[in-house]
């Protein structure tokens, strides 16, 4: 990964000099500072930091749930900061894959439909054969008429990555998407993302408190503070875990 001042048009995420300020006057939190990152396609990249350190608020102005208070977002070629709130709607459904930590599955529908879900808010016909491939690359192909209550964790999961994946986004954005899972259906689900970055050409941007999560990405950004503290590429467990101890000194 380099700064966003070296992209060309082989980055699918471009912050630059992102800050996000709640609040006003003596009471104004900055949850991120100036931060410049550039992120190329089709590669596996985590954040992390300690509590605090502005990772969600980081991945919520990457995939446009939040605008910056100062600094540009581009989503390949598209500025989310001059989108109007339909534009940006519009444009987390067609071009943005979410993994939430909870799944956010619909218990009343099927595993199909849930998968399917992004393409009918959109008003579009469901395409069979890309519902086929989506469950297929998953592992849940036989699953499709199933209910979420009838399958493990893990396999939820896979379902929210499905759907993630339905509507072959530019980015696939994935928040704590092991937190809810035993190490077992966890180290599964990883596996996954790694196969749709290494496999299918997709992009992948992971929150984590993980350092094993962290260790199957292709670099792991670190955040403190709200500003950038480092980056660490082809990471191992224990390299993450070290330098999540020495942020504490930042």
């Not at 894959?97 to 799944?103: C, E, K, P, S, W």
């Not at 979420?148 to 928040?175: K, M, Y």
């Not at 350092?211 to 590429?233: K, M």
Request: glycine fraction near 10%; charge should be neutral.
């Amino acid at each position: 990964m380099r700064p966003a001042s070296a992209v060309s048009a082989d980055h699918a995420i471009r912050l630059d000099a992102v800050s996000r300020v709640y609040g006003s006057a003596g009471g104004a939190v900055r949850a991120l500072d100036a931060v410049s990152v550039a992120l190329r396609r089709g590669t596996f990249t985590a954040v992390m930091g300690p509590s605090g350190s502005g990772k969600s608020t980081f991945l919520h102005c990457a995939a446009g749930l939040d605008r910056p208070t100062s600094g540009s977002v581009r989503l390949g070629d598209v500025e989310l900061t001059r989108l109007g709130e339909a534009e940006l709607t519009e444009l987390r459904r067609e071009r943005i894959g979410f993994v939430f930590q909870a799944y956010n599955l619909l218990g009343s529908l099927t595993v199909a439909e849930n998968v399917t879900l992004p393409i009918r808010l959109a008003g579009r016909r469901t395409d069979d054969a890309s519902l086929r491939r989506a469950l297929t690359a998953v592992g849940l192909g036989e699953h499709g008429e199933r209910r979420p209550n009838e399958l493990s964790g893990g396999q939820q999961q896979r379902v929210a990555v499905a759907r993630a994946l339905i509507t072959r986004p530019d980015v696939v954005v994935a928040d704590e998407p092991t937190g809810a899972l035993d190490s077992r259906s966890g180290r599964q689900v990883l596996e996954l993302l790694r196969h749709v970055v290494d496999d299918m050409g997709q992009t992948v941007l992971m929150v984590t408190h993980d350092p094993v999560a962290a260790s199957y990405a292709d670099s792991v950004v670190f955040l403190a503070d709200g500003r950038l503290a480092g980056e660490l590429a082809r990471p191992t467990p224990e390299q993450v875990a070290s330098r999540m101890t020495h942020l504490g000194e930042w």
